[in-house]
């Protein structure tokens, strides 16, 4: 079982998410990468057995709603509490090394889609535990399971929307696109949420650039994407200056000088 799902889970290159500067074409990438149809596959099956207890009931609706509700802080406190898990600590190292650490290689290298989308190894043993809930529990049961998969999925295509070379429209998903800018480029401790900015305005996680200062993580990021800028060799020998075009939607959070934030456009 572990190594068919290491084979899902194809090793790179994979390219750089900053290459990608259209819809159709972003679509086309998010499908061609062997992670994320794993996960669509993982939510199709989740559905499907929920499909088979009965039809969809108004206590579905509700608990739809009441998921809807929820999901933004659940997206906070697993980005805030697994993905930036650090070692040290019994809870600490289990988180860092079931989410921690894949993380930390994405904060490293922003735009990097090896490490972008969620692993096929967390996805697959999500998506048994769901089944297990869909078969066995109430169906409501399964229904939040679902909703479950759904925001994996909903979070899965926004990140990496968010790291594409397309420049944001709607005010919406500009607000929620600058806001994961600067929680890479200013500091991670700040502006957790993907798909929604609800939770960082109710968990006051989302100051105005200049009122937390640059973490050094934030820094290092930077300065990865002002190196490729300048096509030296980056952390990825043989592909100098790919992410070049980043630069400029990267130095969107401000810290990357004045040429980044030139082109930064108005929110
Ligand atoms: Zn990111
Ligand atoms: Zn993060």
Known sequence: MGRAVARLDRPGPHGSAAEVTTMP??????????????????????????A????????????????????????????????????????GSIGYQLAGYG?????????????MFLRPREVTAGAAAGVAVAALAPPAAGTVAVCFGLGALAYDWTH????????????????????????????????????????????????????????????????????????????RPGRPGRRGRDVRTAGAAGTTGPRARGSYPPV
């Not at 972003?26 to 062997?34: D, S, T």
């Not at 993380?103 to 490490?115: A, F, I, M, S, V």
């Open 160 to 235: 990496f929307l968010i790291h594409t070379g397309i420049r944001p429209s709607g005010r919406y998903y500009r607000r929620v696109w600058h806001g994961h800018r600067l929680h890479h480029y200013r500091n991670e401790r700040y502006w957790l949420g993907v798909t929604s900015p609800i939770a960082d305005v109710v968990l006051r996680t989302s100051p105005t650039r200049d009122e937390v200062p640059v973490s050094p993580t934030a820094l290092g990021a930077s300065a990865l994407v002002a190196r490729n800028d300048r096509g030296e060799r980056t952390d």
């Open 52 to 91: 088979l207890r009965g039809p969809v009931r108004r206590r579905d609706a509700v608990t739809a709603a009441v998921c809807l509700g929820v999901q933004p802080f659940v997206e906070w406190g697993v980005h805030r509490g697994l993905l930036h898990a650090r070692p040290g600590g019994r809870l």
């Open 25 to 50: 074409a972003a679509l086309r990438r998010f499908l061609a990468h062997p992670r994320p149809p794993v996960l669509l596959g993982a939510v199709g099956a989740v559905a499907a057995v929920r």
């Open 103 to 115: 993380h930390e290689q994405h904060h490293r290298d922003p735009t990097n889609l090896d490490t």
